[in-house]
């Protein structure tokens, strides 16, 4: 089943703190922010999720909205039993979304309903300097 989120190119956040220009690595900041998020997501805290997000996806993408469309689309999965990252790529592009800092990671996750489900969790670099989910799809 494809994820409804898909459609939501911003998407929710928990940041982490200050990223340093230089740092020679995003993909660890990145991803500790999309397994923060995560966690509000797994424990279907999606209004949370979205008070976390950063302030484009707020403007795109209204609580109402995204509270149905995530409730949606994770209640068929089950709770979750294992996650194990795959992934995670830094890039300056990502699809729906302006030119930015961007990490694209991937997650082999597996819950009570759906054993093999790959997650794709896409941080970017917010404005304050905090690595911020701006991108989420399940399938």
Request: charged share 15%; no cysteine.
């Amino acid at each position: 089943m494809k994820f409804a989120l898909a459609v939501l190119s911003f998407a929710v956040l928990v940041g982490t703190g200050p990223h340093a220009k230089g740092s020679d690595h995003p993909e660890a900041a990145a991803e500790s922010a999309a397994l923060a998020w995560l966690v509000l997501v797994d424990a279907g805290n999606y209004s949370a999720s979205w008070v976390a997000a950063s302030a484009s996806f707020r403007q795109h993408v209204p609580q109402s909205q995204w509270q149905t469309a995530a409730a949606n689309a994770r209640a068929p999965f089950g709770a979750l039993r294992s996650r194990k990252l795959q992934s995670a790529t830094f890039t300056h592009s990502a699809p729906g979304a302006p030119d930015g800092e961007y990490v694209i990671i991937t997650f082999a996750s597996s819950f009570e309903k759906k054993a093999g489900a790959i997650e794709t969790v896409t941080p970017m670099l917010d404005s304050d300097g905090s690595w911020r989910v701006s991108g989420y799809y399940i399938r």
